[in-house]
């Protein structure tokens, strides 16, 4: 793909960033096939919420769609960054697991289903503590279960990124796909400076957020598998190739020599920038996608 | 967080629910579906409290025009009364789509 944007394509383009959660999982679905499990009618909310005097969603922030992708079966979830920054608590941690449960028991019946996560989150939901945790352990287990039948494809796509434990979740998935908007990190912005003071870094610096945690470094770097503009054809066609290419022969979380050598290699006595991380690590993994 | 609850008088019969919007900050999510009976009932869980009477204007404006058997479910995080009326509007169009 060209990195210099295209005027045209630009206007004419159907922005992916201003659909919310509902309407993101459904557009990336062959045309007719999706269908929405255990959404707001259901009322699957937080119990947990409305006791500490929060207004809880009804569908608790997080949208499961079954489909065909591709003509091949298919499992969308999609988090609502714009309901409690996208946070996982209990009900929600469910959701996404027990469709990631679903989609590996249908691998192992021998139905080919691969799985999708549309990551806008903050990491555990403070308000469920110990349970969003727990709910992310799980989540993490369902995937590494998961991802040795069908590709488990991470999109983060903006504007909330994928911060906390959900990064973990975003690192053991098959690929990742980032818009030049998304953030990505362990530990956002706000948290380090509160942690580390704002000399070590400056939480209303947008420049360096998105030097460190934005997608395009993500993706110079070879921690992200594709770059996409704010586009949600783009988008699509970034899942549909790579439910094509199927489960990769290494997944980037068992490179732990690759990623440990890296490390080790770095000096930490001296201040890196953003542009030699690139130069150092370059685009190890990450590939382009073809269109 | 605060809960409300109305009722106001309907008869026209609805076949289909709709959901719209979010529980995001200054936005809502509204819930309807067909009801029975001769009347329609209104649930409001809102994060703020106190504006009961703003609720009452906004929802006898809404069904002054609205005449559909149905319960209402709002989850609202601080929304103005033109966006509860506008998402309440959007809720209505998707039912009878």
Same mark, same amino acid.
């Given at each position: 793909?060209?990195?210099?944007?295209?005027?045209?394509?630009?206007?004419?383009?159907?922005?992916?960033?201003?659909?919310?959660?509902?309407?993101?999982?459904?557009?990336?679905?062959?045309?007719? !096939?999706?269908?929405?499990?255990?959404?707001?009618?259901?009322? &699957?909310?937080? *119990?947990?919420?409305?006791?500490?005097?929060?207004?809880?969603?009804? =569908?608790?922030?997080?949208?499961?769609?079954?489909? %065909?992708?591709?003509?091949?079966?298919?499992?969308?979830?999609?988090?609502?960054?714009?309901? #409690?920054?996208?946070?996982?608590?209990?009900?929600?941690?469910? %959701?996404? !697991?027990?469709?990631? =449960?679903?989609?590996?028991?249908?691998?192992?019946?021998?139905? *080919?289903?691969?799985?999708?996560?549309?990551?806008? @989150?903050?990491?555990?939901?403070?308000?469920?503590?110990?349970?969003?945790?727990?709910?992310?352990?799980?989540?993490?287990?369902?995937?590494?279960? &998961?991802?040795?039948?069908?590709?488990?494809?991470?999109? @983060?796509?903006? /504007?909330?990124?994928?911060?906390?434990?959900?990064?973990?979740?975003?690192?053991?998935?098959?690929?990742?796909?980032? !818009?030049?908007?998304?953030?990505?990190?362990?530990?956002?912005?706000?948290?380090?400076?509160?942690?580390?003071?704002?000399?070590?870094?400056?939480?209303? =610096?947008?420049? &360096?957020?998105?030097?460190?945690?934005?997608?395009? #470094?993500?993706?110079?770097?070879?921690?992200?598998?594709?770059?996409?503009? =704010?586009? /949600?054809? #783009?988008?699509?066609?970034?899942?549909?190739?790579?439910?094509?290419?199927?489960?990769?022969?290494?997944?980037?979380?068992?490179?732990?020599?690759?990623?440990?050598?890296?490390?080790?290699?770095?000096?930490?006595?001296?201040?890196?920038?953003?542009?030699?991380?690139?130069?150092?690590?370059? !685009?190890?993994?990450?590939?382009?996608?073809?269109? | 967080?605060?809960?409300? $609850?109305?009722?106001?008088?309907? $008869?026209?019969?609805?076949?289909?629910?709709?959901?719209?919007?979010?529980?995001?900050?200054?936005?809502?999510?509204?819930?309807?579906?067909?009801?029975?009976?001769?009347?329609?009932?209104?649930?409001?869980?809102?994060?703020?409290?106190?504006?009961?009477?703003?609720?009452?204007?906004?929802?006898?404006?809404?069904?002054?025009?609205?005449?559909?058997?149905?319960?209402?479910?709002?989850?609202?995080?601080?929304?103005?009364?033109?966006?509860?009326?506008?998402?309440?509007?959007?809720?209505?169009?998707?039912?009878?789509?």
């Amino acid at each position: 793909m060209n990195n210099e944007r295209d005027d045209t394509n630009f206007i004419n383009r159907q922005s992916f960033i201003e659909l919310d959660a509902r309407e993101r999982a459904k557009a990336l679905f062959d045309v007719g !096939t999706a269908r929405e499990l255990a959404g707001p009618f259901d009322r &699957l909310e937080s *119990p947990w919420l409305p006791m500490q005097d929060v207004t809880p969603q009804a =569908d608790d922030g997080c949208v499961v769609m079954k489909g %065909k992708i591709s003509g091949q079966a298919a499992v969308v979830v999609a988090l609502e960054g714009a309901f #409690q920054g996208g946070s996982m608590g209990e009900v929600s941690g469910a %959701k996404l !697991t027990a469709a990631l =449960d679903l989609a590996c028991a249908d691998n192992e019946k021998g139905i *080919p289903t691969s799985a999708v996560m549309l990551l806008e @989150t903050g990491g555990v939901r403070l308000q469920e503590a110990n349970l969003g945790l727990a709910a992310i352990a799980e989540i993490m287990a369902s995937i590494l279960a &998961l991802r040795k039948h069908a590709p488990v494809i991470c999109v @983060t796509a903006g /504007t909330v990124g994928c911060f906390g434990g959900m990064s973990l979740a975003a690192g053991l998935s098959s690929y990742v796909v980032m !818009t030049h908007e998304a953030r990505l990190g362990l530990n956002g912005p706000e948290v380090i400076e509160q942690e580390s003071g704002v000399d070590e870094f400056d939480s209303s =610096d947008r420049a &360096l957020i998105w030097a460190i945690h934005g997608g395009e #470094q993500r993706y110079a770097t070879g921690v992200a598998d594709a770059l996409v503009d =704010d586009d /949600t054809q #783009q988008v699509a066609d970034a899942i549909r190739h790579f439910i094509s290419k199927g489960v990769p022969a290494v997944h980037r979380s068992s490179q732990v020599g690759l990623y440990r050598n890296r490390i080790e290699a770095l000096d930490p006595s001296r201040q890196w920038d953003p542009r030699e991380l690139r130069e150092t690590w370059g !685009t190890n993994g990450s590939e382009e996608v073809k269109r | 967080m605060e809960q409300i $609850k109305f009722d106001y008088p309907a $008869k026209r019969k609805v076949s289909r629910r709709a959901h719209v919007g979010v529980v995001g900050s200054g936005d809502l999510e509204v819930l309807l579906e067909p009801g029975e009976g001769e009347s329609s009932h209104v649930f409001i869980r809102t994060s703020v409290d106190g504006f009961r009477d703003t609720w009452k204007a906004v929802l006898d404006r809404f069904f002054a025009k609205y005449d559909g058997v149905v319960r209402i479910q709002i989850n609202d995080a601080g929304a103005t009364p033109g966006s509860v009326l506008l998402r309440l509007e959007q809720a209505v169009e998707v039912s009878e789509q």
